[in-house]
């Protein structure tokens, strides 16, 4: 916990929906003086909020399209919490690149399962050619894929895919928004307390 600051630790990084989805809660309660703590995994948030090194936690649980977010249904079975608030926001996916690759030499994209499973029709339609991998532990988390494509830690024949705010943030190249199976795309985010 950071000084008087409301601490949230949320699931993604930099550029994640989650930090979207946080920004937007603190936006529409009118929230001051708080500080986003980037956590990559609702383990790791829940595990913070267990250990008090934050205030309040965030993490998405549910997609209209992709259903249960199980990485965090996983986590959930394992610590005590108490909700705060749940809310939703729309997403739409973009598929993104180095920007010293191009489209032709990528055959494999990176993201969140979730991202896989809200783009399953459109993939497979669009890309078929891609190999499709899922991170594990923090690499599961779009943003920390995206950190690690644009400082050159992942080869430049991988994609990923997220908000399209992660090439802002790590410029990357945008080669297609729009990407998930339905335009109705919501996800629904936990805030929840010790």
Do not use: W
């Not at 609702?42 to 090194?53: W, Y």
């Not at 259903?67 to 739409?92: C, P």
């Not at 598929?95 to 991202?115: F, G, N, S, Y």
């Amino acid at each position: 916990m950071t000084n008087n600051k409301l601490t949230i630790g949320i699931q993604g990084g930099r550029g994640s929906f989650n930090e979207e989805a946080v920004l937007m809660f603190v936006k529409t309660n009118n929230l001051q003086n708080c500080y986003i703590k980037y956590l990559h995994t609702s383990e790791n948030v829940l595990k913070e909020l267990s250990d008090r090194t934050i205030d309040k936690g965030q993490f998405a649980v549910h997609n209209s399209l992709g259903g249960v977010v199980h990485e965090s249904v996983r986590a959930m079975g394992k610590y005590n919490f108490e909700l705060v608030a749940d809310y939703k926001m729309q997403i739409e996916h973009a598929l993104m690149i180095r920007t010293d690759a191009t489209i032709e030499k990528i055959d494999t994209v990176m993201a969140h399962p979730q991202v896989f499973a809200q783009c399953k029709t459109k993939l497979a339609e669009k890309y078929p050619h891609l190999k499709q991998i899922v991170g594990e532990g923090e690499f599961i988390d779009h943003a920390k894929i995206a950190e690690h494509l644009s400082q050159k830690k992942l080869p430049a024949n991988v994609a990923v895919m997220g908000s399209q705010v992660l090439a802002q943030v790590y410029g990357l190249s945008v080669i297609e928004t729009g990407l998930q199976d339905k335009k109705d795309n919501f996800t629904t985010f936990l805030l929840v307390k010790k």
